[in-house]
């Protein structure tokens, strides 16, 4: 009976659906399409790095690390992690500072980073063409450079940059190897910067002693707390850090930093999850608008089932039926809507989106949900209807 009077009227029923086609095609779209961006972000911050230890100058207030122009960790800090720490498989002192490169007629802004060896290794680099910089070459400060490869690009378009000189701040550095691209992030681009050894960074470019940061590589994720207390207290010593005072260093993990990133992508997920819920609400309301005008309509039937003996129960199922039939179709249609609009996203826009089961069922269980919810009312007042003025109506 509630399938013959949903085909009755064909137009109405599929636009009391509507608004459940596009509130679960919306959900499913949205979280698909956050979880893209939540699975993306991560696995590009996982690409600079895993098991990483930062050491970095000044003192943590909230959230935010207050360097000011603090100065206190320096090159011999990083030397005394290598050969002291336990558990570790690479450090890397950085200094880094914006500089002007150029090369023939062509110029570029970029970021000059001093660092050692150990860097690529650490920050998930690969070399593209020619080497990086070893020990030796970072103990007598050498005017040699590694390209990124938007340095290349900006400067040496199809020209082979190895065995070229680059200026930098208008000295000449000799180019002997260029990095792999690693992509973009949105606030930042790690290909465009030129690495120099950190020595030759402090010396004949920015004349500083101190280092910026100090990145430390752990060989078991098991063991990033252990080893980041043991750095705390060898760096505490060294800087003579009494008892009780605060140290005027900070050292945090790559594991805190993925958990921040992840908790905020989720945070954004839930989002639009959320706002596109809103609409299947609309939906909802929408059902329960037209199954009040469908009792009102029908009040003369349903005078007349309850006087040949139709129970108040079988009533309220009847309507209450309707109402989830068409949340139910709705939903159907909705979900093939969805995970539809979330491949053309993925395929036209160049967006990673991922589609899981959780997000379809979370979407159909709601989209029924509402229709149990909004369908009630509408049902309840129609099994109420006293037989007599039923009948009378109109």
């Given at each position: 009976m509630a399938l013959r009077s949903l085909i009755a009227n064909k137009l109405r029923s599929f636009l009391t659906a509507l608004g459940i086609v596009i509130g679960v095609a919306s959900v499913i779209s949205m979280i698909s399409i956050g979880e893209g961006a939540r699975k993306q972000t991560l696995e590009t911050i996982a690409k600079f790095g895993t098991n990483i230890i930062s050491v970095k100058p000044g003192q943590k207030k909230t959230r935010h690390v207050s360097t000011g122009k603090v100065t206190t960790l320096i090159l011999e800090d990083?030397?005394?992690?290598?050969?002291?720490?336990?558990?570790?498989?690479?450090?890397a002192p950085q200094t880094y500072q914006s500089a002007q490169l150029k090369y023939v007629n062509k110029n570029s802004n970029s970021t000059v980073r001093g660092t050692t060896s150990d860097y690529p290794r650490l920050a998930n680099f690969e070399i593209g063409k020619g080497r990086f910089f070893n020990k030796e070459e970072t103990r007598g400060a050498k005017r040699i450079c590694v390209l990124g490869a938007t340095v290349v690009k900006n400067l040496f378009e199809k020209e082979d940059p190895i065995g070229q000189f680059v200026k930098v701040d208008g000295d000449n550095f000799l180019v002997i190897g260029t990095m792999e691209p690693k992509g973009a992030l949105s606030w930042w681009d790690p290909d465009d910067q030129i690495f120099v050894p950190i020595t030759t960074a402090q010396k004949r470019l920015f004349g500083q002693k101190h280092v910026q940061s100090i990145d430390i590589q752990v060989e078991n994720i098991d063991e990033l707390e252990t080893v980041k207390e043991s750095i705390t207290k060898l760096l505490r010593r060294r800087h003579n850090t009494r008892e009780g005072k605060e140290s005027d260093f900070y050292v945090s993990n790559s594991s805190q930093w993925l958990n921040s990133w992840g908790d905020a992508a989720k945070?954004?997920?839930?989002?639009?999850g959320g706002i596109a819920a809103i609409s299947l609400m609309v939906g909802g309301i929408g059902i329960m608008n037209i199954m009040l005008v469908s009792v009102t309509e029908r009040t003369r039937e349903i005078g007349?089932?309850?006087?040949?003996g139709?129970?108040?129960r079988e009533i309220l199922e009847q309507f209450l039926i309707e109402s989830i039939l068409i949340s139910f179709m709705g939903g159907g249609i909705g979900v093939v809507l969805g995970v539809g609009i979330s491949k053309a996203v993925s395929k036209m826009g160049g967006w990673d989106t991922v589609i899981s089961l959780q997000s379809i069922l979370l979407a159909f269980g709601f989209s029924v949900a509402v229709g149990v919810f909004f369908g009630y009312y509408p049902a309840n007042k129609a099994s109420n209807l006293n037989p007599i003025e039923a009948l009378r109506y109109e």
């Amino acid at each position: 009976m509630a399938l013959r009077s949903l085909i009755a009227n064909k137009l109405r029923s599929f636009l009391t659906a509507l608004g459940i086609v596009i509130g679960v095609a919306s959900v499913i779209s949205m979280i698909s399409i956050g979880e893209g961006a939540r699975k993306q972000t991560l696995e590009t911050i996982a690409k600079f790095g895993t098991n990483i230890i930062s050491v970095k100058p000044g003192q943590k207030k909230t959230r935010h690390v207050s360097t000011g122009k603090v100065t206190t960790l320096i090159l011999e800090d990083a030397y005394s992690i290598d050969e002291h720490i336990e558990g570790i498989t690479g450090v890397a002192p950085q200094t880094y500072q914006s500089a002007q490169l150029k090369y023939v007629n062509k110029n570029s802004n970029s970021t000059v980073r001093g660092t050692t060896s150990d860097y690529p290794r650490l920050a998930n680099f690969e070399i593209g063409k020619g080497r990086f910089f070893n020990k030796e070459e970072t103990r007598g400060a050498k005017r040699i450079c590694v390209l990124g490869a938007t340095v290349v690009k900006n400067l040496f378009e199809k020209e082979d940059p190895i065995g070229q000189f680059v200026k930098v701040d208008g000295d000449n550095f000799l180019v002997i190897g260029t990095m792999e691209p690693k992509g973009a992030l949105s606030w930042w681009d790690p290909d465009d910067q030129i690495f120099v050894p950190i020595t030759t960074a402090q010396k004949r470019l920015f004349g500083q002693k101190h280092v910026q940061s100090i990145d430390i590589q752990v060989e078991n994720i098991d063991e990033l707390e252990t080893v980041k207390e043991s750095i705390t207290k060898l760096l505490r010593r060294r800087h003579n850090t009494r008892e009780g005072k605060e140290s005027d260093f900070y050292v945090s993990n790559s594991s805190q930093w993925l958990n921040s990133w992840g908790d905020a992508a989720k945070t954004f997920t839930f989002l639009l999850g959320g706002i596109a819920a809103i609409s299947l609400m609309v939906g909802g309301i929408g059902i329960m608008n037209i199954m009040l005008v469908s009792v009102t309509e029908r009040t003369r039937e349903i005078g007349i089932r309850k006087a040949i003996g139709a129970k108040k129960r079988e009533i309220l199922e009847q309507f209450l039926i309707e109402s989830i039939l068409i949340s139910f179709m709705g939903g159907g249609i909705g979900v093939v809507l969805g995970v539809g609009i979330s491949k053309a996203v993925s395929k036209m826009g160049g967006w990673d989106t991922v589609i899981s089961l959780q997000s379809i069922l979370l979407a159909f269980g709601f989209s029924v949900a509402v229709g149990v919810f909004f369908g009630y009312y509408p049902a309840n007042k129609a099994s109420n209807l006293n037989p007599i003025e039923a009948l009378r109506y109109e």
